[in-house]
Each structure stands twice: as C-alpha cells, then as structure tokens.
C-alpha cells in the first residue's frame, strides 16, 4: 500500500479557549462518529501534514479511522520548535503546570467533539512522537474513554533533557515523569 505524503485535512476552531483540531478523514464514511486518533507531533498542522512526522495520520487515512491532532504547547506553527523544550523548562521554573493545562483543554475538546458525533466515544486511541507520546500519555491518564496509546520514540522524563538540566529536583518536573 502506498502511503499519501500529506493526507488531506481540515481545520476546525472549537468554542471557548480551546485548541484548534486539524482532522484527517478517512476516504470513507466522514459523515458521522468514528473511531479517532489523537496524535501529537509538532503543531497540529505539522503533525497531519508534513512528512515524516505525518505517517500515522497518512497510514490511517485508507482506513475508517479519523486522527485529530493539537499543537503541542509551544509548538505553534509560528513558534520555534527547536525552543519548544526550553519553552517548557521556562514555564516549569515558574512553577506552570502547563502539561495539566493543555491536557484538560484537549480533553474538553476531545469531549466536545464527542457531543457534535465527530468521535466514537468508544473507539479513542491517543499517540505521539517522542514530546508528542509524553502529552499523549498524560491525556490519556486523565481520560477513561482512551483505549489504546502508541507512541513513539517518548519522551518520559522531562528531568532527562538538557533544558531541564538545573530543574533536576525540581518537585514539578519530576511529578511530570
């Protein structure tokens, strides 16, 4: 089977202060609830569209299956992505607990998504690539609707990464582990 580089997607804005969600349909069936991905890579554009790190989302799209993804926290499409650790580190040493944050917002997206019959809400599986696979993780402790996780390459320890070298005690960081 030969993988489409960049599946096609669409773009949708959720109420309130919650994230966009770029959605992959399958080429069948898109008119109602089904099983759904959540994966994580880059900014949610990126991570459904830009080849290598789009596979999962391209594989899937032959399939009735729907992956949504999120922009990871300062992995915006017009943020640095090489800076998205150290932006993290930051947000730790000022005692943010912006994985807490991001991951309740995704999950009242995810919700919302349920409530519009976009989502089967027996059918969720979550994954990510390596920083992707650690919020993939995290939402899926938080939400009892997630079945399966893949992830990939992950990143378990954020105490493990240069940025994070002088935050190696630090209560937050290594609660986030």
Do not use: C
């Not at 299956?65 to 922009?71: A, E, M, N, P």
């Not at 019959?117 to 920083?131: D, T």
């Not at 993780?137 to 493990?160: C, R």
């Amino acid at each position: 089977m030969k993988i489409p580089t960049t599946p096609p997607f669409t773009t949708i804005s959720l109420p309130g202060n919650l994230p966009e969600a770029y959605i992959v349909n399958p080429k069948q069936n898109t008119d109602h609830a089904l099983p759904t991905f959540i994966y994580f890579a880059l900014s949610g554009q990126e991570s459904v569209s830009l080849d290598p790190f789009n596979q999962p989302a391209a594989f899937l799209s032959d399939f009735p299956i729907r992956t949504i993804s999120f922009s990871l926290p300062s992995h915006e499409i017009n943020e640095d992505k090489h800076q998205g650790i150290a932006n993290w580190a930051k947000f730790i040493k000022e005692g943010e607990n912006f994985v807490k944050d991001f991951v309740i917002k995704v999950k009242n997206s995810i919700l919302h998504l349920i409530e519009k019959k976009i989502i089967n809400p027996k059918y969720i599986a979550v994954g990510g690539l390596s920083r992707g696979g650690f919020i993939a993780t995290h939402l899926a402790a938080i939400m009892e609707e997630i079945n399966h996780i893949a992830i990939f390459a992950p990143l378990t320890q954020l105490v493990f990464q240069p940025d994070f070298s002088n935050l190696s005690e630090d209560p937050l960081a290594k609660s986030l582990s």
